[in-house]
T-cell receptor, first 111, second 111 residues
Framework: QKEVEQNSGPLSVPEGAIASLNCTYS??????FFWYRQYSGKSPELIMS????GDKEDGRFTAQLNKASQYVSLLIRDSQPSDSATYLC???????????FGSGTQLTVLP | NAGVTQTPKFQVLKTGQSMTLQCAQD?????MYWYRQDPGMGLRLIYY???????DKGEVPNGYNVSRLNKREFSLRLESAAPSQTSVYFC??????????FGDGTRLSIL
């Protein structure tokens, strides 16, 4: 059973702070990693993808990957109330490259 | 650009009724997927199609059937709906190892 684990939260941070979201995965063969944002009642929206160890930055978002520790994280700098959503970690693995999703972390940014 | 289009957006069924959820993508992707999302459980893969003419079971295939009609279209059928199939259903498409793009979802209630 390939598993992806996230802290379900809820996580609350004040506006302007850094939000840190974490994800661990069980399949050492995993090669592609994604963070999706999902607003209530909406579909998942891709915000970051990362394929190799290290950091990847895109605007206020930074994804971090450590394959040895089987750990991927998402940092959101200068958090805004509009960042309030559920963040889904997804890991692509196996011969068929199926995506396995974590259950999501609910983030609330307080004005 | 439409992306991934799902129909219908909402549906209420009675136990034992059948219905087909439709999905079409205009991004020329080879792979298409059907997920269900239940509260607190993230997205779970029902069936996927790695390429036109192929379909495979995902994590929760029981009670469902799929058809990859052509490269654009991938339908999900409930032959005899059960209350346990009340959920939000998402269709997605992608190229291998690339991020998946999601439709807006179908909210299905089975009484």
């Amino acid at each position: 059973q390939k598993e992806v684990e996230q802290n379900s939260g809820p996580l609350s941070v004040p506006e302007g702070a850094i939000a840190s979201l974490n994800c661990t995965y069980s399949d050492r063969g995993s090669q592609s990693f994604f963070w999706y944002r999902q607003y209530s009642g909406k579909s998942p929206e891709l915000i970051m993808s990362i394929y190799s160890n290290g950091d990847k930055e895109d605007g206020r978002f930074t994804a971090q990957l450590n394959k040895a520790s089987q750990y991927v994280s998402l940092l959101i700098r200068d958090s805004q109330p509009s960042d309030s959503a559920t963040y889904l970690c997804a890991v692509n693995s196996g011969s068929a490259r199926q995506l396995t999703f974590g259950s999501g972390t609910q983030l609330t940014v307080l004005p | 650009n439409a992306g991934v289009t799902q129909t219908p957006k909402f549906q209420v069924l009675k136990t034992g009724q059948s219905m087909t959820l439709q999905c079409a993508q205009d991004m020329n992707h080879n792979s298409m997927y059907w997920y269900r999302q239940d509260p607190g459980m993230g997205l779970r893969l029902i069936y996927y199609s790695a390429s036109e003419g192929t379909t495979d079971k995902g994590e929760v295939p029981n009670g469902y059937n799929v058809s990859r009609l052509n490269k654009r279209e991938f339908s999900l059928r409930l032959e005899s709906a059960a209350p346990s199939q009340t959920s939000v259903y998402f269709c997605a498409s992608s190229e291998r190892d690339q991020p998946q793009h999601f439709g807006d979802g179908t909210r299905l209630s089975i009484l």
